[in-house]
């Protein structure tokens, strides 16, 4: 005859941080957090100021292809010619002209 026994264990444990390394926890997340932030908007290169041709240009201002061009008749920057056919365009230089508008 064999008799099976089953044990169940439970184990709770508590632990309380003090202010020191509640202080150091929060640190370290802030820090790993504006890391990743700052990686981010460098792999997006979302604080460039150019943009590299005309589609990009119009996408960044969030109209149309046709918008942009009407935009360009209306004495919008144009873009720098970096080579027989590709003209970048400067954020800075549009934001400007648009709020002066």
């Known amino acids: 005859m064999s008799v099976e026994t089953s044990q169940q264990f439970n184990i709770n444990v508590n632990h309380s941080l003090d202010e020191k390394q509640l202080k150091g926890i929060s640190e370290s997340v802030y820090h790993v957090t504006l890391e990743a ?16 041709n005309k589609a990009s240009a119009y996408k960044w201002l ?39 508008k």
């Open 37 to 52: 932030i700052e990686q981010a908007r460098k792999d997006s290169k979302i604080d460039s100021d150019l943009l590299l």
């Open 62 to 100: 969030g109209i149309s292809a046709e918008s942009f061009e009407r935009l360009l008749a209306l004495g919008l920057p144009r873009g720098r010619l970096v080579s027989e056919r590709t003209e970048c365009y400067s954020k800075s230089d549009m934001r400007k002209w648009l709020l002066n």
